[in-house]
């Protein structure tokens, strides 16, 4: 979020800048910011955070590691996770090739998902990692 001097200025740079390109295929978008109508900050806040966790489903043996170090490798995270059985490991990435702070694991069992499944909310170099079932892909 960006505030503006006055509202003449906001307005101005909502003109400019709106649909300007600033990479192959990327857009800004600015607009001007609008509370929902009858909703304190707190309530809208909760209403963003408050999402439905992803249900287990037996024999899928996939989790989603979240909030990862973006400098971190696929040694490293393999390494975290020694003595789990890992049958695949694909790390998030744009289309560049750079890590997105976020990878998929597939187990081998699922005690091995529910030991990994226990990690969630512990830190990695400062980060607060985010361990959940990953979403089986729609057929």
């Known amino acids: 979020?960006?505030?503006?001097?006055?509202?003449?200025?906001?307005?101005?740079a909502i003109l400019e800048a709106d649909g300007t390109a600033f990479s192959e295929g990327r857009y800004l978008v600015v607009k001007k910011y609008a509370r929902g109508e009858g909703q304190d900050r707190?309530?809208?806040?909760?209403?963003?955070?408050?999402?439905?966790?992803?249900q287990r489903i037996r024999g899928y043996r996939r989790v989603y590691v979240g909030n990862l170090?973006?400098?971190?490798?696929?040694?490293?995270l393999r390494a975290?996770?020694?003595?789990?059985?890992?049958?695949?490991?694909r790390m998030g990435t744009d289309a560049?090739?750079?890590?997105?702070?976020f990878a998929h694991i597939h187990f081998a069992t699922e005690e091995d998902v529910?030991?990994?499944?226990?990690?969630?909310?512990?830190?990695?170099?400062?980060?607060?990692i985010k361990i959940s079932c990953a979403v089986p892909p729609k057929k």
């Open 114 to 128: 529910d030991r990994a499944l226990e990690l969630n909310g512990e830190y990695l170099e400062g980060r607060q």
């Open 42 to 54: 707190d309530q809208q806040q909760q209403q963003q955070h408050a999402r439905e966790p992803v």
């Open 80 to 89: 975290d996770f020694d003595g789990y059985g890992i049958k695949f490991l």
């Open 1 to 12: 979020f960006i505030t503006m001097d006055s509202a003449r200025s906001a307005k101005k």
């Open 96 to 101: 560049e090739g750079n890590f997105r702070g």
């Open 69 to 76: 170090p973006w400098t971190y490798t696929e040694e490293q």
